[in-house]
């Protein structure tokens, strides 16, 4: 029953921009439509940057997980969305799409990470007044976006790798599993190997999740992105980069810069 919600919930969801790309590339099914609608946003002359996104096509039509791996700022939420492709085939002239659902390590602690991912039962803890689903169900057909997963705590890590496995998930309070169904991409700017090593990462899950591994460059070492983004985004004219700028927060720095920018011409 409730996969049968989420499949027209997830119909209705596909009905928007994907539609205009649909007829923009007529030929791709809606997951690469998708994917090219994203990847057009992600700009970029570097080489390397351009072999990543070749990458992305492959990648956005197989179910396995993946994980991003860059510094801070580098596009890999927008890299995750693209990868969001892979499920959804025109079926019967209809789209069949689920969510893209983005979940951030840091910003949870582990009671509040483990509902979220797992949903829980009314009354498995004090506030659970309702059911709840967690976004491995709510990502049902689509896709579960593991943001800085390199911060999430290893108890939470070991139910990961059970997830990814068994394809199953138990809910906070439940006696009873439930099978998922969704794509896993996560992301991350740490050091995975180095934490493996000083035991703060298990390696299976790393071994799991890093099969296929996209990498974001940053800003700094493909300079002729940089003159590319000041020239799409500066709309004031004669933006310039103040000497020393390390842009150490890479495309949303840079972003904000040119914002400031065309708004106040300083
Ligand atoms: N190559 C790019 N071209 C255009 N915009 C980009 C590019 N890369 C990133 N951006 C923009 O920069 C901002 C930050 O990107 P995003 O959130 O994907 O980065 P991130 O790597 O996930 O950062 P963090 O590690 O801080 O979460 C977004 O507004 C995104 O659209
Ligand atoms: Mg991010």
Known sequence: MIQLLWASGCKEQAFGYEQEAIKKWPDLNIGSCHTEEVLEKFITVNESMARMKDDVRVLQGVNYPVLIRGETGTGKELIANALHGSRGPIVDGQL???????????????????????????????????????????????????????????????????????????????????????????????????????????????????????????????????ALLIKKWDKRGGFKLTTGCLLEGNCRELGSLITRWNVLGR
């Open 96 to 226: 069949t799409k689920g969510r893209f659902v983005a979940i951030n390590c840091p910003s949870l602690s582990v009671d509040l990470m483990q509902s979220t991912l797992f949903g829980h039962k009314k009354g498995a803890f004090t506030g659970a007044i309702n059911d709840k689903i967690g976004a491995f169900q709510y990502a049902y057909k689509g896709t579960l976006f593991i943001d800085e997963v390199g911060d999430m705590p290893l108890s939470m890590q070991a139910s990961l790798l059970r997830a990814l496995q068994e394809k199953k998930i138990t809910p906070v309070g439940s006696n009873d599993e439930v099978d998922i169904d969704c794509r896993i991409v996560c992301a991350t700017n740490k050091p995975l190997e180095a934490m493996v090593k000083a035991g703060e990462f298990r390696l299976d899950l790393m071994h799991r999740l890093n099969t296929f591994e996209l990498h974001t460059i940053p800003l700094r070492e493909r300079l002729e992105d940089v």
